[in-house]
């Protein structure tokens, strides 16, 4: 059973919760409930949580700061005005956890790595055109743990691989994924004030987000075109495979991404 921590002061929020049922058939306990931020941190010094929500309120920076420091890879859900929205979040939840708690590998995957890998994957669905709006890509966000922002300005790149190439087909024998994984590695996870993303989705599209590092930061697309070119360059000469660079534009923010 995962065990959920909920911090919050409103009593109408905990009213909701404790009358909520059903957490055992989702595979989880109850909640514990606590209204301060000592109590939080009590309470996750003496029970394995799985997951926590954090109100949004002044008196939680403090908790919010240590988590990030503490617990950077644990899933923070959210809190709903509703019961039925609420379950809908917990379902969410549900998922990611069953997904973190796998052992469906055999590489041996510590607490952060597994969580790494679910973010990566997240971000395939997202530059893949497949999170259903906004208030899902701002739960998700949040329940991943991205320190990004839906509307802040950022770079996407597509490239095409040729069909009559036959890279895939004949040349690449381990599949999309282990195909995604080899160029994350040319391109790299930063690169002049932008994280770089990567996400396969088809034999014959890649797609690289590029993500302001910092928010003062402007993504600039020359910087990235010019990266981009170095990049597929690179890997022409040590793969063997040739990319196009269809385009390179600059979106308004995560959300033009959604679906």
Not at 197 to 207: D, G, I, K, T, W
Request: contains cysteine; aromatic residues 8%.
């Amino acid at each position: 059973m995962y065990r959920l921590l909920i911090v919050t002061e409103n009593q109408n929020v905990n009213d909701m919760i404790s009358a909520m049922q059903g957490w055992e058939k989702l595979g989880f306990k109850p909640p514990r409930l606590r209204a301060t931020t000592q109590e939080a941190l009590e309470c996750m010094k003496k029970h394995a949580i799985d997951a926590i929500a954090v109100d949004h309120a002044p008196a939680f920076e403090a908790l919010l700061t240590c988590l990030d420091e503490q617990y950077p890879d644990m899933p923070m859900f959210q809190i709903a005005s509703s019961q039925e929205e609420q379950m809908q979040i917990v379902q969410e939840l549900s998922r990611l956890l069953i997904r973190l708690k796998a052992d469906d590998s055999n590489d041996a995957y510590d607490a952060a790595s597994s969580m790494q890998l679910q973010r990566e994957r997240w971000i395939k669905r997202l530059v893949s055109g497949m999170i259903p709006g906004e208030d899902a890509l701002k739960r998700h966000l949040a329940l991943y743990r991205f320190h990004m922002q839906p509307d802040l300005p950022c770079v996407l790149a597509r490239l095409e691989m040729s069909d009559e190439d036959g890279f895939m087909s004949v040349r690449w024998h381990y599949g999309s994924e282990r195909l995604e994984t080899a160029l994350r590695n040319f391109f790299g996870q930063a690169y002049s004030h932008m994280s770089m993303h990567l996400a396969v989705v088809s034999p014959e599209e890649v797609r690289v987000l590029c993500y302001p590092a910092s928010p003062e930061f402007a993504v600039s697309e020359n910087i990235a075109y010019d990266y981009m070119c170095e990049t597929v360059e690179q890997i022409e000469n040590y793969l063997g495979l040739h990319m196009n660079i269809t385009s390179v534009q600059r979106i308004s923010g995560l959300r033009e991404l959604c679906c």
